[in-house]
């Protein structure tokens, strides 16, 4: 295969490395790489494959990099080649992180549930947390956290006297088309079965399911999935919950018991609280929601830290509500940004 046009020139570092590749493929030979070749082809894989992380640290460097090509994991760390790891993800808005205690709530639990010792106390790694954000110099975007099991065998089990990891990632965090918001999303009904509840309940970095799930949709040529469990109730979305406004005018949410307690939506059924007393809802419910009553809902909406409150119009071939974006998703968008803001869970970052 030839190298795309593009990238001919071989001033380029993916020039250069698809010119060693090409030379290395024709001599036949496996070139044995010196430490700093390694860090050169580091940085030549990020140049061509760019990406938009800002600063990391890493509990096994004992420090932050902001260079993208310095930002790895030793190959033998378990949540590498076994998925023992688990993880989180805050926003960073206006130089503030929002809502981070909920999340470092269920980043522990998520570690007990996995069995992960912890590296430190939550205290260090909240400290961690804000220094490196602090350090990338972002005021807005994403903050995303893992602790492994560590590195040190190719076993199941954690290897004897391995350090756990932890990391930290800051980068500008993902981003949905305008179209969601304006126009409204469609999804379908994964054909990929529900994850079992205790692994659903857990933020591991096992994301096989979730991940089938996005593909499949790409795929069909719309924009998620949504799992059902095996009652025939409605689940969640890839990354992401789903509610509902009921005929009657109620918000309803899936139990927690069996998908993942979304930060955004425990904050979401509070927020709610107040478009009940201004008769925007007529209540809000937690409980099963079985798909045919889902599907005869008046709105459907996608909630999550990174989409925030989107919403749905379209599921499988049947049109949700008027087809068309509810006020309840765009009420309960304007009072999630307003918490993000202006809110009581907001830290400050210090740059
Ligand atoms: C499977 C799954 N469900 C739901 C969510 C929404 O959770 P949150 O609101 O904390 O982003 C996420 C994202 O973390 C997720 O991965």
């Not at 060693?20 to 494959?49: D, K, Y």
């Not at 090509?69 to 206006?94: K, Y």
């Not at 290897?159 to 179209?179: H, K, N, Q």
Request: glycine fraction near 10%.
């Amino acid at each position: 295969m030839s190298p795309p046009a593009a990238n001919h020139n071989p001033a380029t570092p993916h020039a250069r490395a698809v010119v060693q590749f090409a030379a290395m493929r024709a001599s036949g030979t496996l070139p044995i790489l010196t430490a700093e070749e390694v860090v050169s082809r580091l940085g030549a894989l990020r140049a061509r494959q760019p990406v938009t992380f800002r600063a990391f640290y890493s509990s096994q460097l004992g420090g932050i990099v902001t260079d993208p090509a310095l930002m790895v994991l030793p190959f033998d760390d378990h949540m590498v080649h076994r998925g023992h790891g688990i993880f989180d993800t805050a926003g960073l808005v206006d130089g503030k992180i929002y809502d981070l205690e909920a999340h470092l709530d269920r980043f522990l639990l998520s570690a007990e549930r996995s069995k992960l010792r912890l590296p430190a106390s939550r205290a260090e790694m909240r400290d961690v947390i804000i220094k490196t954000t602090g350090v990338s110099g972002r005021r807005d975007g994403s903050i995303r956290y893992w602790l492994s099991s560590g590195p040190g065998s190719l076993d199941l089990t954690p290897a004897t006297g391995a350090e756990p990891g932890f990391f930290v990632m800051i980068f500008d965090g993902l981003s949905y088309p305008a179209r969601w918001y304006t126009d409204g999303l469609k999804v379908m009904t994964t054909t990929y079965p529900i994850k079992a509840p205790l692994y659903a309940v857990t933020k591991a970095t096992n994301y096989l399911p979730n991940v089938l799930m996005q593909m499949e949709a790409k795929e069909a040529g719309v924009d998620n999935g949504v799992f059902i469990d095996a009652e025939g109730n409605v689940g969640e979305s890839s990354n992401m919950n789903v509610a509902f406004v009921t005929g009657g005018g109620a918000l309803v949410h899936p139990k927690f018991d069996h998908i993942l307690a979304g930060c955004t939506s425990l904050r979401l059924l509070e927020l709610a609280r107040g478009l009940v007393d201004r008769g925007v809802l007529a209540g809000i419910e937690v409980r099963d929601i079985p798909v045919a009553e889902a599907r005869a809902s008046r709105e459907m909406l996608l909630v999550g830290s990174s989409v925030k409150v989107a919403p749905i119009v379209r599921w499988d071939s049947q049109a949700i509500g008027d087809g068309r974006p509810g006020p309840v998703a765009n009420a309960l968008l304007g009072l999630l940004e307003e918490d993000m803001r202006s809110g009581d869970r907001l830290i400050p970052v210090p740059y």
